[in-house]
Nanobody, 120 residues
């Protein structure tokens, strides 16, 4: 059993910043890739950013230069620093991780989502 606890969402004015956090806990031996997705009303869920255990990152084009994904492997936590926020960034943001269980199985898990609303 793995739990992903997300925090940091909220309401912000356009141009503002927010920092999302997602802490993983439970029967985890190690965590591989950690990702942030988002889903806006009426739209499909999209990958925003990902980071490997070694620190390699990737971003969707619309957030490059504004968002930064990072992780703390000692805390099993991934962060998403979001700057210069735009109304089109409004969505529910979900944490997603690939992890190895203590039993030796590779699994994938989702967080419950945190709402980010950017007011114009």
């Amino acid at each position: 059993q793995v739990q992903l606890a997300e925090s940091g969402g909220g309401l912000v004015q356009a141009g503002g910043s927010l920092r999302l956090s997602c802490a993983a806990s439970g029967s985890i031996l190690s965590i591989n890739t950690m990702r942030w997705y988002r889903q806006a009303p009426g739209k499909q869920r999209e990958l925003v950013a990902g980071i490997t255990r070694g620190g390699s990152t990737n971003y969707t084009d619309s957030v490059k230069g504004r968002f930064t994904i990072s992780r703390d492997n000692t805390k099993n936590t991934v962060y998403l620093q979001m700057n210069s926020l735009k109304p089109e960034d409004t969505a529910v943001y979900y944490c997603n991780v690939d992890f190895l269980t203590v039993a030796g199985w590779m699994r994938n898990s989702w967080g419950q989502g945190t709402q980010v609303t950017v007011d114009s």
